[in-house]
């Protein structure tokens, strides 16, 4: 038994950081009671709620939501349209009820599709405009109404970082930018027991490729991979868990406490290799989880940083991966290691299985040349990524 399970999880913690006051514990939802009284004393008193269809009412989050809501007198209209990989026509579709609406603050209830799209909402009420112009130019809007987040997943780490993602669909680009930080955040491990086994899997491997890219990249620091190593070595103790038994709250405690650490180095030093490769594979075929994705390029991108970082890579997969001893030589046992583990958890996908063939290739391989923000990420990898290894990656994966 190590200190962690010693701890009281019911003890709810706040953390600030960016500009966001974020809430975390067993039991974090209460405190949305207190969030709206502020809201209410500053005369914020109509609340756009922007979700999906059915998981805010599943996680168990709108018994306490909408009861806050009723008490503190706030008026609230729900949009409930939100589907994983987000369009900037469901963007534009809120910010058009927002505005008859006349929202003052937009609460963000969900996992990062939700949340990104409550940042986005958040901007365009604010500053005009439309998504595509506001997404295809990536310039943060310098300003936001208030956005709060109720979190439902251990993946995005959206609930403390400023970024979103949403996809241009005539384009299949699928684009992230910084947007704004909540004002105010819940991470409430109890509102994800009811996450199924593929959710599971896919968020908590959502979470593992942000700290990976972000201790690997060449703006990397000793915070971010620090940080990073925590919140990888804490998801390797506790996912298998969480799989098994779901309603298990010290394993998606430190899951979601795992998560929101790696949210926070995207946030210091951003994200490279696998989420600039995997946007345009979820961007041309939206049924791909984000997670899973990422999960399926992992491997194979780990197989190419190794050469350049493994040192940090032998240090981050300690726990699957204990005899290595950080030498150029060991990146396939890595690779293959990493793959063994996936398909260990139940990650038995390849890109195959979602339709993909040698003949998009050429598809994908555009995609990360166009679409906005790409390349720039690929620049922060530890090693030169030209379209050779884009392929190659994307081939070991299909």
């Given at each position: 038994m190590d200190w962690r399970s010693k701890l009281n999880i019911d003890?709810?913690?706040?953390?600030?950081?960016?500009?966001?006051?974020?809430?975390?514990?067993?039991?974090?939802?209460?405190?949305?009671?207190t969030i709206f009284e502020e809201f209410k004393k500053e005369g914020l008193d109509r609340v756009l709620v922007v979700t999906g269809k059915s998981s805010y009412k599943i996680s168990g989050a709108w018994n306490y939501v909408e009861k806050a809501l009723i008490e503190s007198g706030l008026e609230y209209y729900v949009y409930d349209k939100v589907s994983p990989n987000p369009t900037v026509d469901t963007v534009d579709e809120a910010v058009k009820i927002g505005r008859e609406f006349n929202a003052r603050i937009v609460l963000g209830i969900g996992g990062g599709s939700s949340i990104d799209t409550a940042k986005a909402v958040g901007c365009l009420l604010a500053v005009g405009g439309d998504a595509r112009e506001l997404f295809m130019k990536r310039d943060q809007p310098n300003r936001s109404l208030p956005v709060?987040?109720?979190?439902?997943?251990?993946?995005?780490?959206?609930?403390?970082?400023?970024?979103?993602?949403?996809?241009i669909p005539e384009k299949n680009y699928k684009i992230g930018m910084p947007l704004t930080y909540p004002a105010y955040s819940i991470d409430d491990p109890k509102l994800m027991i009811k996450l199924d086994r593929w959710q599971t899997i896919a968020t908590a491997i959502d979470a593992l490729n942000h700290a990976t890219e972000a201790a690997t990249n060449k703006l990397t620091t000793p915070l971010s991979i620090n940080l990073s190593r925590e919140s990888v070595h804490l998801i390797f103790k506790y996912l298998p868990t969480a799989i098994v038994e779901p309603d298990n709250l010290l394993a998606r405690y430190y899951l979601l406490y795992a998560s929101m650490l790696a949210g926070i180095v995207i946030d210091h030093v951003g994200a490279h290799i696998t989420?600039?490769?995997?946007?345009?594979?979820?961007?041309?075929?939206?049924?791909?989880?984000?997670?899973?994705?990422?999960?399926?390029?992992?491997?194979?991108?780990?197989?190419?940083?190794y050469l350049a970082v493994p040192e940090i890579l032998a240090e981050l997969y300690k726990p699957i991966a204990p005899h290595l001893r950080a030498e150029p030589g060991e990146a396939h046992e890595l690779a293959t290691r990493v793959e063994e583990w996936l398909l260990n958890i139940g990650l038995n996908k390849k890109l195959s299985d979602y339709g993909f063939t040698e003949k998009d290739l050429s598809d994908l391989i555009r995609l990360v040349n166009e679409t906005p923000g790409l390349k720039s990420r690929l620049e922060l990898s530890p090693v030169t990524v030209n379209e050779e290894i884009i392929k190659k990656i994307y081939t070991e994966s299909l």
């Open positions: 003890r709810v913690f706040t953390l600030r950081y960016g500009g966001t006051q974020l809430f975390f514990g067993v039991g974090a939802v209460s405190k949305i009671s709060v987040v109720v979190n439902l997943t251990h993946g995005t780490g959206s609930e403390i970082n400023r970024y979103g993602v949403e996809t989420h600039a490769l995997e946007h345009p594979i979820s961007g041309m075929n939206p049924e791909v989880p984000h997670g899973i994705g990422l999960g399926i390029l992992l491997p194979s991108v780990i197989r190419i940083m």
